[in-house]
Structure formats: structure tokens, C-alpha cells
């Protein structure tokens, strides 16, 4: 895949990032660079700090130490950064209700939130069932209907917290050509997952994460040839991280 | 002839009296519920939706308002407007306004906890996303209100429904006065009392109809929520 050119915000830095709950730490020394280019997805096992680590970036949780920093020109830009919950939550609403809302809330005029919410639901194809009740949808629509929403800021920053966890291979699969096309398009994916043929298929970068450690980052295929990290190696190879 | 018989010749035939009485009714106790649902509303959902240190305390009283015995209501009230209390001046005592404010007194709480718990529900599962699309306060306000609309409404009915059947507070403010202050409840305790059954029964069995359909309606809205809004 060929990407275009660097979106304007990146790249974002992580500067000793630690995240803790009470006495917990959730995210430990967490020094990354996520750059313009092809997706990158955090790995790992379950409780590891993926979802933390994109919920922070997206400034939805505070760090306890450390910085977040987008460095980019456009760096003010929040509103160019969207998120997508594993399990979005409907507003009650219709699917069309729940796209104007999103809409509104990004600042686009009235004028222009019809035809920019067709535009989206046909590029997550759920113009079908634009006037059904959100919460009536399946669960693959759903998560559809999140990205919508979500690509209604027209973010040049896209976060995915594990958006097929709860799917079917049909409904895993339109999400995953949406993510491809999205990419394509020049937006920065940030994705978490802990399906290792997910992050095969998507992946440019990989970041592996366990009990909120960085165990390693590097390009995907360099990774999956050869990792670097004993760690690494066990979680490719099918052990259990503990 | 028997009472329920001439129950239903009194209700069939459009008797001046007793519909007079109904009409009166259904006014005061709709324009409580419109009144409550005016301070209700906004107060239930600025409760829901802000975070202060006695927060749990009021939640508590505004609860515990919800049961408050109609007779204390009408007794405050009427304290308040009597020729002696704070609000004499206003020579509301013995009248239909006075009965509209001892019963938005009592309805007020029911729609403002009922709103708090709705709103707030609601806020619990949008919290996130909506932190996540940086919704503002006042388009969270009324997003809220709004996919609440469906659950509010059955909170205004139970509003309207316990004014509708309450007698305590507006006998002791309106006095009972036939032709001017006399509601449905209040004719059936004093008919009662008085042996004239037929129209007891038939002030009766509207009361019953009006809270039988508040209750329909009330079902009509919950389904219409679960088909437009899911």
C-alpha cells in the first residue's frame, strides 16, 4: 500500500508516559513516537494498556507523570482527532439521528449536514438503514455507524479501540476494508487489537504492550519476521504473557 | 333505580354539575403538572448533571419528597396564604390558583427526581462518548433531554397522575366550594358523606378512566421509544 502525504498533527510523542488508578499503574514509562504513515496497532495481551494508551492520546485520561505531546503544525487541531470505543454506545436516535448529531457537535452548518451524512453512510454502507433505530442495528453496523461518526470530524487522526472484538468474520471484514480505504485516504490510524491476524493484515507499525509496558515497536513486517524481544517471540508464538 | 345506574344517567346525560367538576379538575391538575414541569425539569437535570458536595443529600430529600402527605402540603400552603402569611396579600386562599400551587408543590418533586434518574442514567452511558466528540454543555443539555423525551413524558404523567387522585392539599387550600373550588376528589368525600352515591360513583369512574388512560398513554410512550429511538 502506498500512503499520501503526513497529517498535519503528527506526530504525536509520548514523553515517560505513566498512567495510574489509585495505586494502580496502568501505563508505566511509555516513551513513543507514532508518526504520518500506515496504521499503527497496539498489541497485546488483555489488561496490557492499549485501550489506556489510545484513551490518553485522545486526552480522555490525564497522564500522573509525564507528557503527551502532537507536534505537528496542526497541533491545536483537536478536533481532527476522533475515537472509536470497542463498544460505542447509540445515541437513541435513528442511524441518520445519530450522524447529524455527530455532525452538529463538528461544527458542520445545517446546509451541509444532509448530504455529508449520506456521504458517510454510504462509505460505511448503511444507507439502508439510515432512518432505523441505532440501537436496533447489529453489532457489526454499529461499529459501522461509529466510524461514521467518528470520520464526521473528518479526523486526519483515527483511534480504533479493538473495533472488531465482538464481531463475525463478515462484520470483521467491512470494518477492516473501511480501515484499509480510510488509510489510504491519508488518515492516521491508531489502532488497538489483540488479534495477531488483524494486526498482520493491518498493521505498518506495531507497538506490543504488557502490564502498561512498551516491549517493543518497530515496522510491522520486520516485527512479524523476526521479533526483537523474548517477550515478543512468546506472545507471537502463541504462549500466554503473565 | 340504583346508584350505579344513576351513576352513568349523570355521566350519559351530561350533567351540568358533575362535568363542571371534571372540567375543574382536569385544569388545576394539568396546570400543576405544566408548572412542576417547568422547575422539574431544569432541576432534575442540573442535579443529574453537576457535581457539588451535598449532592447526595438533596438527591435524598428530593426523594423523600416524592411521598410528601398531601395534607402537610395543603397546610403549608395554606400558612402561606392565609391572610397572616407571607403570601396573604395576594387573596389566593379559597381559589383555583391556590390549588394549582399546593399541587405543583406536590407534583414538582416527582417530576424533578424522576428527571434526575432519567438524565442521569443516561448520562452514565454517554459520558465517554460524548467526552470523545467534545460535545459542549448546553448541546449535552438538551441531547440528554431530548433522547430522554420518551421516559420524561411518563414522568409528567405520573406527575399528572398523582395530582389528578390527591385531595388532601386541595381541600384544605381551595375549600371544597361548589361551583368554584370543587374537584373531583373532593366531591367524593364530601358526596360520600353525604349518602349521594350516584354522583360519588360517577365523579368516580372518570377519575378511574382519566388514570387508566394516563396509564395507556404512558405504555403508548414507552413502546413508541423502543420503536423510534431503540
Redo the contacts between chains.
Keep these: 500500500m502506498s500512503f499520501p502525504a503526513a497529517a498535519s498533527q503528527l506526530p504525536v510523542v509520548f514523553e515517560d508516559v505513566q498512567v495510574r488508578a489509585g495505586a494502580v499503574v496502568i501505563l508505566d514509562r511509555i516513551s513513543l513516537r507514532i508518526t504520518a504513515g500506515p496504521p499503527t496497532v497496539l498489541i497485546g495481551p488483555n489488561g496490557s494498556g492499549k485501550s489506556t494508551v489510545l484513551r490518553t492520546a485522545m486526552g480522555l485520561v490525564s497522564p500522573s507523570r509525564g507528557h503527551i505531546r502532537w507536534v505537528g503544525a496542526g497541533a491545536t487541531d483537536a478536533i481532527r482527532r476522533a475515537l472509536v470505543f470497542q463498544r460505542p454506545v447509540m445515541l437513541r436516535r435513528s442511524t441518520a439521528g445519530n450522524l447529524h448529531f455527530a455532525l452538529a457537535t463538528a461544527g458542520i452548518r445545517r446546509q451541509h449536514r444532509r448530504s455529508r451524512a449520506i456521504e458517510l453512510l454510504r462509505l460505511v454502507g448503511l444507507e439502508a438503514v439510515a432512518d432505523r433505530p441505532a440501537r436496533r442495528l447489529s453489532g457489526g453496523e454499529q461499529q459501522r455507524l461509529a466510524l461514521a461518526r467518528a470520520l464526521a470530524r473528518d479526523p486526519e487522526v483515527l483511534f480504533l479501540d479493538e473495533p472488531t472484538a465482538s464481531l463475525d468474520p463478515e462484520g470483521t471484514k467491512a470494518i477492516e476494508e473501511i480501515v484499509r480505504a480510510l488509510a489510504l485516504r491519508g488518515i492516521k490510524i491508531i489502532m488497538a487489537t489483540h488479534d495477531l491476524s488483524e494486526a498482520r493484515r493491518l498493521a505498518g507499525e506495531i507497538v506490543l504492550l504488557h502490564r502498561g509496558l512498551v516491549v517493543e515497536m518497530g515496522r510491522a513486517d520486520t516485527f512479524f519476521a523476526g521479533p526483537s524481544t523474548p517477550d515478543a517471540r512468546r506472545f507471537l508464538a502463541g504462549d500466554l504473557l503473565v | 333505580m340504583s346508584d350505579s345506574y344513576l351513576a352513568l344517567h349523570l355521566l350519559l346525560t351530561g350533567d351540568p354539575v358533575l362535568w363542571d367538576i371534571v372540567r375543574l379538575s382536569i385544569l388545576v391538575s394539568l396546570s400543576a403538572t405544566l408548572l412542576a414541569l417547568l422547575f422539574g425539569l431544569p432541576l432534575g437535570a442540573l442535579i443529574a448533571l453537576s457535581r457539588f458536595p451535598a449532592r447526595e443529600p438533596v438527591i435524598i430529600v428530593l426523594n423523600a419528597l416524592m411521598g410528601l402527605p398531601p395534607v402537610v402540603v395543603g397546610l403549608c400552603v395554606y400558612l402561606a396564604l392565609s391572610r397572616s402569611g407571607p403570601l396573604g396579600s395576594w387573596g389566593l386562599l379559597f381559589t383555583p390558583p391556590a390549588m394549582v400551587i399546593a399541587q405543583t408543590v406536590l407534583v414538582t418533586p416527582i417530576i424533578a427526581a424522576l428527571t434526575r434518574q432519567t438524565i442521569e442514567d443516561?448520562w452514565t452511558?454517554?459520558r465517554?462518548?460524548f467526552?470523545?466528540?467534545?460535545?459542549?454543555v448546553c448541546?449535552r443539555v438538551v441531547?440528554l433531554i431530548w433522547?430522554?423525551r420518551f421516559s420524561l413524558v411518563t414522568a409528567m404523567l405520573a406527575g399528572f397522575g398523582r395530582a389528578a387522585a390527591e385531595v388532601g392539599a386541595i381541600i384544605i387550600v381551595g375549600g371544597n366550594i361548589q361551583g368554584f373550588t370543587r374537584t373531583m376528589t373532593t366531591s367524593i368525600a364530601l358526596e360520600t358523606s353525604k349518602g349521594n352515591l350516584p354522583l360519588a360513583m360517577g365523579l368516580g369512574l372518570v377519575l378511574v378512566s382519566i388514570v387508566v388512560l394516563i396509564n395507556a398513554f404512558a405504555w403508548g410512550m414507552r413502546r413508541a421509544?423502543e420503536?423510534?429511538?431503540?
Design positions: 443516561l452511558e454517554y465517554e462518548e467526552a470523545a466528540m467534545s460535545v459542549g448541546r441531547a433522547d430522554a421509544g420503536r423510534f429511538a431503540g
